[in-house]
C-alpha cells in the first residue's frame, strides 16, 4: 500500500496502561525505524494522552504493522490521525527542492523538541464558505497566509500533510518548534490571518517534548527491563 506520491503520516496518542511494556514499544518502534519509515516520539502534557508518535514512510502496511505493535505493547491509543504528505495545490510550480522537503521530509528537526499537532478544516458555513469561492480568491489567501508563516522561519518548522477523505479533518498541522512559546505565537498570530479567521476549524490540540524512545518512556514512567 503505497501512495502515488509522497509519504502516508500516521500520529498515535496513547495512555500508558497497566500492561504497558518499555521493551515491546522500544521494539514495535525500531522495527518500523528498521524498515525505513520515520517515527517521531514525544511524551504529551495533560490529560488526553502520556504519549504519542508520530510515523512516516512510503508503505501504509508498516504504518499498520506499527500501530499493532504498539497496541500490543499494552498502550491504549486514544486518539489518532491518518493523513499523506502533500504540496498544496496553491502551490504548485514551487522549486523542486522545497516539493520534495513537503512530500519527504526528514523528522524530527534538530534543536526544536517543543511539539503540537492539532487537525483543521476549511469552514462550509452560510456566511463564509471556503469551497464556494474561485480558485483565484482562494490562492490570493493562502498566498498571504504562507506568507505571514514564513515570518516564523527558523523558529517553527511546519508539516501540513493532508487528510481529506482519511479522516475527520481535511489536514493534519505538525509543528516543531525550539521552546514552547514559539509554539503558542504562531498559532496566535495566523489566527489573525484572513484566511485563519473567517475560513478555518480547528480540532483538538496535543502539545508535548520529542525525545528519543527511550527518554520519552521514562518520561511516562515506563522503564526498560
Not at 30 to 49: L, N, R, W
Amino acid at each position: 500500500m503505497i501512495p502515488g506520491e509522497g509519504w502516508g503520516v500516521l500520529h498515535l496518542f496513547c495512555k500508558v496502561g497497566p500492561s504497558a511494556d518499555a521493551d515491546a514499544v522500544m521494539a514495535a518502534v525500531k522495527a518500523a525505524q528498521a524498515a525505513d519509515h520515520q517515527v517521531v516520539c514525544f511524551s504529551i502534557f495533560g490529560h488526553k494522552a502520556d504519549m504519542g508518535v508520530m510515523a512516516l514512510g512510503p508503505d501504509w502496511v508498516i504504518l499498520r504493522l506499527l500501530q499493532t505493535g504498539i497496541e500490543g505493547a499494552g498502550l491504549q491509543v486514544v486518539h489518532s490521525y491518518v493523513s499523506l504528505t502533500e504540496v498544496s495545490e496553491y502551490a504548485k510550480g514551487m522549486p523542486e527542492e522545497m516539493r520534495r522537503m513537503r512530500l519527504y521530509p526528514v523528522l524530527p528537526p534538530a534543536g526544536k523538541r517543543a511539539f503540537c499537532f492539532y487537525p483543521m478544516s476549511k469552514r462550509r458555513g452560510e456566511e463564509h464558505n471556503w469551497y464556494a469561492m474561485g480558485f483565484d480568491d482562494r490562492k490570493e489567501l493562502m498566498l498571504g497566509h504562507g506568507k505571514v508563516g514564513r515570518t516564523f522561519a527558523g523558529r517553527v518548522l511546519q508539516l501540513i500533510t493532508g487528510s481529506t477523505g482519511l479522516d475527520d479533518y481535511e489536514w493534519g498541522v505538525s509543528l516543531f518548534a525550539t521552546t514552547p512559546d514559539d509554539l503558542k505565537d504562531v498559532v496566535y498570530t495566523m489566527r489573525f490571518d484572513e484566511a485563519s479567521a473567517h475560513f478555518a476549524e480547528f480540532g483538538p490540540f496535543f502539545t508535548g517534548i520529542v525525545g528519543q524512545i527511550e527518554e520519552v518512556l521514562a518520561q511516562v514512567g515506563l522503564a526498560s527491563g
